[in-house]
C-alpha cells in the first residue's frame, strides 16, 4: 500500500525559533498533500491544502505567514512552523492523493509531535 | 458548514463483544466518508471507505454503514479483541468546498478488556 513518511517525528525547540517539518509519498506521487494539526483529545483540523507547484490553500483562520508551506515536488512537502510560541504545540499530521481518477483515499503519514517550550 | 459528530467519546467494553460505533454528520452533500483508527500518538490508518452511493463497506471483523438521507453512519466491530483498542474517527469528504478534504469527527476512544 501507499505509504507516507513524516520527518521528525518529534521535535522540541525554544519559542521564537522556526521549525520545518517534511512529508514524503515514498510510493506514489502526491499532487496534493493536506496539513492537520491535532490537540490532545481532539480531532483533526484541516490546516492547508497543498498542491504541487502552486501555492497552499489555508483554511480559515490559519495564518500562512506563521504556518509555511511548500510543496515542490510530487512526493515532498514541508510544513514550517516560524517564530514557533507554547501555544503552537500540537501533533501535525499530514496526507497525501495521488490525484488519479477514482482514487479518493488519502494517506496519512505517522504525524510529528511539536513541543515549544 | 459540515459538522461531524461521534458518539459516545468513550466506551469500554469486555472482549469478544460486538460493538456499534457511531457518526453522525450535518450535511448530505458528501462524496464519501471514511472511518479511521489511530493509535495513541501515531497517524491514521483507513479501515473503510464508503462512497456516497454506496450502503456500506465490509471488511474481516469490521462493517460500516452509510445512511446519507439522515446524516448517519455506523462502524460495527464483531467479536472485540483488545488489539482493536484505539481511537476511532470518522470523516466525510464534502462535495463543497472543493480539493479533497476531509471533516472529522473527535473519535470515539475504545478499550476492549481483556
Known amino acids: 500500500g501507499a505509504v507516507v513518511s513524516q520527518h521528525p517525528s518529534w521535535v522540541i525547540c525554544k519559542s521564537g525559533t522556526s521549525v520545518k517539518i517534511e512529508c514524503r509519498s515514498l510510493?506514489?506521487?502526491?499532487?496534493?498533500m493536506f496539513w492537520y494539526r491535532q490537540f490532545p483529545k481532539q480531532s483533526l483540523m484541516l490546516m492547508a491544502t497543498?498542491?504541487?507547484?502552486?501555492?497552499?490553500?489555508?483554511e480559515q483562520g490559519v495564518e500562512k505567514d506563521k504556518f509555511l508551506i511548500n510543496h515542490a515536488s510530487l512526493t515532498l512537502s514541508t510544513l514550517t512552523v516560524t517564530s514557533a510560541h507554547p501555544e503552537d504545540s500540537s501533533f501535525y499530521i499530514c496526507?497525501?492523493?495521488?490525484?488519479?481518477?477514482?482514487?479518493?483515499?488519502?494517506?496519512f503519514g505517522p504525524g510529528t509531535r511539536l513541543t515549544v517550550l | 458548514k459540515q459538522e461531524v459528530t461521534q458518539i459516545p467519546a468513550a466506551l469500554s467494553v469486555p472482549e469478544g463483544e460486538n460493538l456499534v460505533l457511531n457518526c453522525s454528520f450535518t450535511?448530505?452533500?458528501?462524496?464519501?466518508l471514511q472511518w479511521f483508527r489511530q493509535d495513541p500518538g501515531k497517524g491514521l490508518t483507513s479501515l473503510l471507505l464508503?462512497?456516497?452511493?454506496?450502503r456500506e463497506q465490509t471488511s474481516g471483523r469490521l462493517n460500516a454503514s452509510l445512511d446519507k438521507s439522515s446524516g448517519r453512519s455506523t462502524l460495527y466491530i464483531a467479536a472485540s479483541q483488545p488489539g482493536d483498542s484505539a481511537t476511532y474517527l470518522c470523516?466525510?469528504?464534502?462535495?463543497?468546498?472543493?480539493?479533497?478534504?476531509?471533516?472529522f469527527g473527535q473519535g470515539t476512544r475504545l478499550t476492549i478488556n481483556p
Open positions: 496526507s497525501a492523493n495521488s490525484g488519479l481518477a477514482g482514487s479518493d483515499t488519502q494517506y
Open positions: 510510493d506514489f506521487q502526491a499532487t496534493t
Open positions: 497543498s498542491n504541487e507547484g502552486s501555492k497552499a490553500t489555508y
Open positions: 450535511d448530505s452533500a458528501i462524496y464519501n
Open positions: 464508503i462512497q456516497s452511493s454506496q
Open positions: 470523516a466525510v469528504r464534502p462535495r463543497l468546498g472543493g480539493a479533497q478534504k476531509l471533516v
